[in-house]
């Protein structure tokens, strides 16, 4: 594959730009966008439907290999680290706007964004003449929904960030204020009602392949969503009942798929199963940007790995401790406690480089990871074994092809449950929302309620989606009393020293990065959108 070159300027905004063509593996054949040969290129359906695929991966990869744990999950106190790497100033919140994880999560958000709005100002006048209107819309739809998705990050992470709709605009003039959230949110649901009407739609089955890019279904899923960040709880029951309605979507060891399980979620196999909605897309396929490090990063000890860089995070005591009940099926998916055994996993019998790989995993405690006595799971699956794994990057870290979830059924059945409550207090007995949040405990092996809080819905939310990177965001929707007292509960030491914090911040957002402030240093100003 050619190179993939990240173009920067002046901006305040690094913009990334996928240059890269005729590439081996399908879902990154990416052609050169914003060229005179662009309208040459894009001169069938079958072209003009790849033409989002670097949408799904490259762009977040500087976010991926570390920055999206370390402002997620770490923050929020599912994972741990130490204080000797970049991660333990995200366990006991030291950070300054100047980590590397805070620049590159915010450069990989508006590199997506930037990528959008060159195809979504470009498309309409450059495909060939035997591009179908139904293709061209399709493919609008996709750049309006990773647009969309893209700004639901920014906005719950940073709270006001510039809205930008036209690189070329915004190239000769970036020095911009940000805008309110309250514009920022009235455009992503613009970009997803968009997406809503021109995406097609799909019934996800066992064609796995083919579930990759978005459909009209996962913008539905994901305006629900939004909207339930807003408490818009009417919007988002109907359109979360919707997509259920439709049987796009299903649990993987739910009553539709009983076969497979929670664990089946974490196989590389299993990419793009009827669970997801959306996820990043990597591949593995031996050039820096297109794999995924997250078995690196997690896996306990160096014998899970291609490389000797094991075990950065882990989970954290609080996630331990506190959070799954006798018999969840889910823990020994999120995190690995001594006696644990995983048949799926391969492991080097020895460190040497040509050891032999054995199948069937058992954890130990003296493989822990920052001394906390456990390991990750979720995203840690072994060193390579073609039928599960499938091929792996090990000249570059040990990346794998494994997909990251960004959002998955589970998480817009609790969705669901949670509108139709249409508060953070009181309960509901109400028979969908008791069947949708009981499809959840089920799959996890756990006794259904009869009634359900808030608290409930809450508590299962971390224990269904912990090191997936939505706690610290439902800590943010939370009164942020009760979210400062939740996080100063938290042991946020290792398993032989408790350590406790002390927030004296006034809420859960970011700062911005540091380079990008002296860049623009608009962005601590506020001002109103014009909508176009």
């Not at 799904?56 to 130490?82: L, R």
């Not at 647009?147 to 990050?153: E, H, I, K, L, Q």
């Not at 809503?196 to 579930?211: C, E, H």
């Not at 080097?348 to 920052?370: C, H, I, M, R, W």
Request: net charge negative; with cysteine; charged share 20%.
């Amino acid at each position: 594959m050619k190179n993939i070159i990240k173009r920067s300027g002046a901006a305040a905004l690094t913009l990334l730009m996928l240059i890269s063509t005729s590439c081996s593996q399908d879902f990154l054949d990416v052609p050169a966008e914003g060229v005179p040969t662009i309208g040459n290129y894009y001169d069938s359906d079958v072209k003009l439907d790849n033409a989002s695929n670097g949408l799904y991966g490259i762009v977040w990869f500087n976010m991926n290999k570390e920055g999206f744990y370390g402002i997620t999950d770490v923050i929020s106190g599912n994972m741990y680290a130490g204080p000797y790497n970049e991660f333990g100033k995200f366990t006991d919140l030291s950070f300054t706007n100047s980590q590397s994880f805070i620049g590159d999560s915010w450069r990989s958000c508006f590199g997506a964004v930037a990528n959008c709005n060159s195809y979504i100002n470009t498309l309409p006048q450059s495909v060939g003449p035997d591009v179908t209107s139904e293709a061209l819309n399709n493919a609008l739809g996709e750049m309006h929904f990773i647009r969309a998705f893209s700004y639901f990050f920014l906005v719950r992470l940073w709270g006001n960030v510039p809205i930008i709709e036209n690189n070329a605009d915004y190239s000769k003039n970036f020095v911009i204020p940000s805008n309110p959230t309250t514009d920022v949110y009235k455009f992503i649901e613009n970009d997803l009602q968009f997406a809503i009407a021109n995406l097609r739609s799909k019934n996800r089955g066992s064609d796995y392949a083919s579930n990759a890019h978005v459909s009209s279904g996962s913008a539905k899923a994901l305006l629900a969503k939004v909207y339930l960040y807003q408490k818009k709880y009417e919007l988002a029951r109907a359109l979360a009942q919707e997509v259920i309605n439709s049987g796009e979507f299903k649990l993987l060891g739910g009553d539709e798929l009983p076969t497979k399980s929670f664990a089946d979620l974490w196989l590389q196999k299993n990419n793009n199963n009827e669970e997801s909605i959306f996820s990043w897309q990597w591949t593995g396929s031996g050039t820096y940007f297109e794999g995924n490090f997250s078995n690196t990063l997690f896996a306990p000890e160096n014998r899970l790995v291609e490389t000797s860089y094991s075990g950065q995070i882990a989970p954290s005591q609080d996630l331990i401790h506190n959070v799954y009940e006798p018999g969840d099926k889910r823990r020994a998916e999120t995190f690995m406690l001594p006696g644990d055994y995983y048949p799926n996993l391969t492991y080097a019998q020895t460190l040497a480089v040509d050891s032999p790989k054995l199948l069937g995993y058992t954890f130990e405690v003296e493989n822990e990871a920052q001394n906390s006595g456990a390991g990750l799971k979720k995203y840690v699956i072994g060193k390579e074994n073609l039928p599960i794994t499938g091929p792996f990057n090990a000249p570059f870290n040990g990346e794998s092809s494994m997909n990251s979830y960004m959002m998955r059924y589970a998480d817009l059945l609790l969705i669901h449950a949670e509108a139709i409550l249409g508060s953070q207090s009181g309960s509901t007995s109400d028979p969908a929302a008791l069947k949708s949040f009981n499809a959840v405990r089920k799959r996890a092996g756990l006794p259904i309620k009869a009634s359900i809080s808030f608290d409930d819905i809450f508590k299962e939310r971390r224990a269904e989606l912990a090191c997936e990177g939505d706690y610290y965001f439902d800590l943010g929707r939370l009164p942020f009393a009760k979210a400062k007292a939740i996080l100063e509960a938290q042991n946020r030491g290792d398993q032989d020293t408790p350590k406790y914090i002390t927030i004296s911040a006034a809420n859960l957002l970011l700062p911005y990065p540091a380079d990008d402030l002296i860049k623009n240093p608009k962005l601590t100003e506020v001002a109103p959108y014009t909508f176009k």
